[in-house]
């Protein structure tokens, strides 16, 4: 069945590291990707999302570029900040579908 | 515009007993979905409404349930509660104009547990 794979973390960094947490994808067909964002006690937040092959996605300043060829879709950002600590998803969903497939979750903590 | 409310935000209950729990969607969107957070599954789609129908239904048992109102507010239920049903059970809601490509926008979630 379709799936994601994402980075096991947790992932610690000091600030105005560079950040990239790796997905990857199963699926048949041409799913639209997203990744999404959870802060401590809330719900997910879209953080950008890509329809297409070589549509890159950007927000916040993290940045995503949907690789068919290679079924990926990492996530990357030049200089994390501190605010930058959450829980990452990345996730599919299918054309004509509006079920959410996602990936286990990558803990991203920014230290001072 | 406000964004996805889910209520209540905290639930505790013992085994046996059921819940309701209820989400009002981002005015004008009339798709609602329910997912289930728990650490040890990571997230897990339960069903999706549109127009008051249920669509799709994911891999759980009888005992979770939903429905969908005219004004595309929605509630879930889940009967005969049991310890692993201790979850953050989050909402979300989207236009559904374009299938697949739709932002689905989250509320903040019900945390239930089981006592």
């Known amino acids: 069945g379709d799936s994601v794979t994402q980075m096991e973390g947790p992932v610690t960094l000091s600030e105005e590291a560079f950040l990239t947490i790796n997905c990857t994808y199963t699926?048949?067909?041409?799913?639209?990707l997203f990744w999404y964002v959870q802060y401590p006690g809330e719900g997910l937040q879209l953080l950008l999302k890509?329809?297409?092959?070589?549509d890159k996605g950007s927000n916040k300043g993290f940045e995503a570029t949907y690789r068919k060829e290679t079924t990926s879709f990492h996530l990357e950002k030049g200089s994390v900040q501190v605010s930058d600590s959450a829980v990452y998803f990345c996730?599919?969903?299918?054309?004509?579908?509006?079920?959410?497939?996602f990936g286990a979750g990558t803990t991203v903590t920014v230290r001072a | 515009k406000a964004g996805v409310t889910q209520t209540p935000r905290y639930l505790i209950k013992t085994r046996g007993q059921q819940v309701t729990l209820s989400c009002s969607p981002i005015?004008?969107?009339?798709?609602v979905s329910w997912y289930q957070q728990t650490p040890g599954q990571g997230l897990q789609f339960l069903f999706e409404?549109?127009?008051?129908?249920?669509?799709n239904k994911g891999n759980f048992p009888g005992r979770f349930s939903g429905r969908q109102f005219s004004n595309s507010r929605s509630e879930m239920n889940v009967s005969t509660l049991e310890l692993g049903d201790s979850a953050l059970y989050l909402c979300?809601?989207?236009?559904?104009?374009?299938?697949?490509?739709?932002?689905?926008?989250f509320g903040p979630g019900t945390r239930l547990t089981v006592l």
């Open positions: 979300a809601s989207s236009l559904f104009t374009a299938p697949g490509t739709d932002t689905q926008y």
């Open positions: 699926a048949t067909g041409y799913p639209s």
């Open positions: 890509a329809t297409k092959a070589d």
């Open positions: 996730a599919l969903v299918y054309s004509n579908d509006y079920k959410l497939s």
């Open positions: 005015s004008g969107h009339r798709s």
């Open positions: 409404y549109f127009s008051e129908t249920q669509r």
